[in-house]
Every structure is written in structure tokens, then in C-alpha cells.
């Protein structure tokens, strides 16, 4: 087992991980840009490095210095977290090159799942259901019209290196091609210096359901169930759930067998996410996959009673997996507390937190490295902290989360606290009845004066 970890990240994940490592016996490494000085991962940790400014470049994916604080304080693995350096191949094959294990897959599987359209065609190479669309990259204007018009409107243009949103464009008719092409492939360049585009039939309302896998170095996978994560605004998400309210035993085994093909078709090692599109008629096809810890993990751990950083640093060493796929047992659901203001168009609130009081008691789990006196700053995500409570039933789960909403007290920042509170209350939520656009219609109640 590993002797000593450094964590390449920072905020709650960071702390997310020492505690496990704790348990563990492991010591750990916190790096940290002078921002975060005063930061819990780094009281918390058993040490800690300072790596550069608050900028993410000067410190959080600055690689070198990363590297440089792994090997002056002998530690024997990096954990990467989520977001930052958990998805850059190079960085995980620097890490290999300087003898530091990479707590998760290799440079070639996190290559082969980062490219969408290389994701895409190994999937239907080894069978999982895709989406209809191209089966290559789009060579011409030309060639994407006719396309077009043969596979029906609406159609979907997205960026190979994209995922998350970047690079996507809705097409409802011929008139419109010609325009979606020329900024799906300018975005695309911009944004990934890779102009790269492939064609989907548009799936209308879906649901954004993900499997959650694990795959050890001898070929064994198992699933863990699925989140439900269709409550987003502008790619981002807001609460997710385990299991999902749309989810039927069976189409969980369905599902579960599509994503542990998906993983063992690249040999998975890891922890990782195999994210579909369910359609109204509960079609499902392959979206993407995360080779990575979520930030929304939390919700499996508690449906399935396992600590999914342990089995990451535990795959990371070598130890095999039972074999076993998990069903999930009761309901959990996570809140994302976020600094910014639910009222005005959710934007960043930073600043100083004057007082904190977080939320517990039966069936209430709080992740979050804030404290009263913490600020938050301009120069990272704004999340505060996620709630997560768990019950037996869903209907049960909601009522908790409501009742530790009205416990939780954020003061000097805005927060998405009176946004959760009042979706706790609505309705179609409450019948599980919602899909990915459903906070474009929902209706926020302003605060009364
Ligand atoms: C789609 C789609 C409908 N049809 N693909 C959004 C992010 C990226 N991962 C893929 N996304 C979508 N792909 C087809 N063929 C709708 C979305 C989509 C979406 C997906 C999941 C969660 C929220 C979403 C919000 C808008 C669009």
C-alpha cells in the first residue's frame, strides 16, 4: 500500500480524499496556491507545499511543480481529484515517468475516452447503444447538409474534444446548417485547438443518467448503480440522486451490463462514470465517460455503504475487486451549496463566509471545507460545501434535505440555499417527474422583502 499521497487539488475533494487516506493509515500532502493558505486541506493534511499563485496555471495545473512537491516530500501517489489534472493524460504520464503512481486510469485509457468520437466508436465496437449519427468526423459543409437531411431534424453538432456542453449546436432545419457548422468547428478550435465535429440525431427531453464503475489491473468490473443527474442549469448540476426515480430494476441491470461492457472494452482501472441519455421512452444510449471521481460520488457511497476514494487508492495498489455489482439500498440525494445568488441568474457571490452553521443529525452528510472566517475566492468554483441526506425512501430523503436546508445558516455570501429549498417543495420534482430542461422553466419564487 501506498506510504504517502499527495492530493493535486484543493476545497472539499481535498479533504474528501485525506480523510479516507487517514483511515487508511496514509499520509498525506496538500499543495496549495497562496489563496488558499488558509485552506482545511492544508491544516489538515500531514503536510503541506505551497506551488504558486491563485491562478490554476501558476499552481493547481502547473505539472511541474506539482511533480517538484510529490518527489521533495517522498510521496509514493498523487490523487488528482476532480477537475484541474484528474483527466490530463500527459499529467498522468508524467506522474508514471517520475515513478509516482497516478491514483487512477492510464494516460491511454483517460486518451481514448477524452476524444468523444474515439469513445463513440469503441463503444459501438464493443456493442454499447450510441446515439444515431456520423460515424466519423465531418469532412464538409456539404457532406453535413446532406447528412442532415437524410437522418431528419433536429440533429446535434458536437466537438470531439469537447463534452460538458462546449462546442454544441442544435439544428431544427436545412436553413440552418451552414451556420451551426461554421461555429460548432470556430468554438471548437478556440476552445480545444482541435475543430473536430461529429453529427447526432437530437434526443428531445432526456434524462442525464450515469453508472457509476470500478475496474481493477486484472480486467474485473463491476457496477455501482446509477445517479440521476438531470437537475442542471447550463451544464451545471445541481442535485443529483441515487437511484433514479425513472430507473426500473431492469433497466438498471440493462444499463449496469451496458457500462461494464463499455469499461472492460478499454480494460477500465479505476473508478469511473459511464454517463448515458435516457430518452422518454427509456431508450438509453452512451453519452460519455468520466475517468474520474465525481464531485456527486457521495450519493452512491451512501445508497451502496462504500467508500469510493478507498476503492480508488486501493485499485490504484493493486488489489483486485470482488466482482460483485451493488444495488443501491434506500435514497440518498445531494444539494450543491454554491456561493452565488439563486435570484440573479446564479452569479458568483465570493467573499468572506461570516458565519457557518452546517446542518446534521439522522440521515445528514455535509462534505465541505468551509468554516466561519473562510473566504471564498474569485479564482475557483464557487461550492461551498455539498448536503447529502439519506433515508429510506425518496419521499423521505426529500423531507430531511428540506428540514437541513432550513437548519443550514451561510452569512456574507448569496447562496443556492433558498434555490434547494424551494425545489424541495415543488411538485413535478417531488413526482420525479423532470428531465435536463427542467430549471429552464422552473419557477423561482423571489424572497419576500
Ligand atoms: C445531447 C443532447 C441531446 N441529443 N446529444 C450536453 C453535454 C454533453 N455531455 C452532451 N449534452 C447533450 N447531448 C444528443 N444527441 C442533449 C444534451 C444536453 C444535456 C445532456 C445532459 C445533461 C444536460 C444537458 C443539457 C442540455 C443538453
Known amino acids: 500500500m501506498f506510504k504517502k499521497i499527495l492530493i493535486a487539488n484543493r476545497g472539499e475533494i481535498a479533504l ?58 517522498n510521496a509514493d501517489a498523487i490523487h488528482p481529484g476532480y477537475g484541474f489534472l484528474a483527466e490530463n493524460a500527459n499529467f498522468a504520464e508524467i506522474c508514471q515517468q517520475n515513478g509516482i503512481k497516478f491514483i487512477g486510469p492510464t494516460p491511454e485509457q483517460i486518451r481514448r475516452m477524452g476524444d468523444k468520437m474515439t469513445a463513440k466508436e469503441t463503444m459501438i465496437a464493443a456493442g454499447v447503444p450510441v446515439i444515431p449519427g456520423s460515424k466519423a468526423l465531418l469532412e464538409s459543409l456539404e457532406q453535413t447538409i446532406e447528412m442532415a437531411n437524410d437522418m431528419g431534424y433536429p440533429i446535434i453538432l458536437k466537438a470531439t474534444a469537447g463534452g460538458g456542453g462546449k462546442g454544441m449546436r442544435v439544428v ?3 436553413e440552418e446548417v451552414e451556420k451551426a457548422y461554421n461555429t460548432a468547428k470556430a468554438e471548437a478550435l478556440a476552445s480545444f485547438k482541435n475543430d473536430g465535429i461529429y453529427m447526432e440525431k ?34 451545471q448540476k445541481l442535485v443529483e ?26 480494460n477500465y482501472e479505476g473508478v469511473g462514470t459511464i454517463e448515458f441519455l435516457v430518452d422518454k421512452h427509456r431508450n438509453f444510449y452512451f453519452m460519455e465517460m468520466n475517468t474520474r471521481i465525481q464531485v456527486e460520488h457521495c450519493v452512491t457511497e451512501e445508497v ?10 486501493k485499485i490504484a495498489a493493486g488489489i483486485a475487486i ?40 439522522h440521515g445528514v452528510r455535509v462534505d465541505s471545507h468551509a468554516y466561519s472566517g473562510y473566504t471564498i475566492t474569485p479564482y475557483y468554483d464557487s461550492m461551498i460545501g455539498k448536503l ?12 430531511t434535505m428540506y428540514r437541513a436546508l432550513s437548519e443550514y445558516v451561510v452569512e456574507g455570501v448569496k447562496t443556492t440555499i433558498p434555490f434547494h429549498l424551494q425545489l424541495m417543495k415543488n411538485e413535478k420534482f417531488i413526482n420525479g417527474d423532470f428531465n435536463t430542461k427542467f430549471l429552464e422553466t422552473f419557477d423561482l419564487e423571489e424572497p419576500s422583502k
Open 16 to 73: 474528501r480524499v485525506i480523510r479516507t487516506c487517514r483511515e487508511m493509515g496514509i499520509r498525506t500532502v496538500a499543495v496549495y496556491s497562496t489563496a488558499d493558505k488558509d485552506s482545511l486541506h492544508v491544516k489538515f493534511a500531514d503536510e503541506a507545499v505551497c506551488i504558486g499563485k491563485p491562478q490554476s496555471s501558476d499552481s493547481y495545473l502547473n505539472i511541474p511543480r506539482i511533480i517538484a512537491a510529490a518527489e521533495i516530500t
Open 172 to 174: 431544427w432545419a436545412e
Open 202 to 235: 437530437f434526443v428531445e427531453e432526456p434524462r442525464h443518467i450515469e453508472i457509476q464503475v470500478a475496474g481493477d489491473q486484472y480486467g474485473t468490473v463491476c457496477h455501482m448503480s446509477e445517479r440521476d443527474c438531470s437537475i442542471q442549469r447550463r451544464h
Open 241 to 266: 440522486e441515487s437511484p433514479s426515480p425513472f430507473i426500473t430494476p431492469e433497466l438498471r441491470q440493462k444499463m449496469g451490463d451496458a457500462a461494464k461492457k463499455a469499461a472492460s472494452a478499454i
Open 304 to 313: 451502496i455503504n462504500f467508500d469510493l476514494i478507498k476503492e480508488q487508492i
Open 322 to 361: 470482488s466482482g460483485k455489482d451493488y444495488e443501491p439500498v434506500g435514497h440518498a440525494i445531494e444539494c450543491r451549496i454554491n456561493a452565488e445568488d439563486p435570484f440573479n441568474d446564479f452569479r458568483p457571490s465570493p467573499g468572506k463566509i461570516t458565519i457557518l452553521h452546517q446542518p446534521g443529525g
Open 388 to 399: 447529502i441526506t439519506i433515508a429510506r425512501t425518496r419521499e423521505e430523503a426529500i423531507d
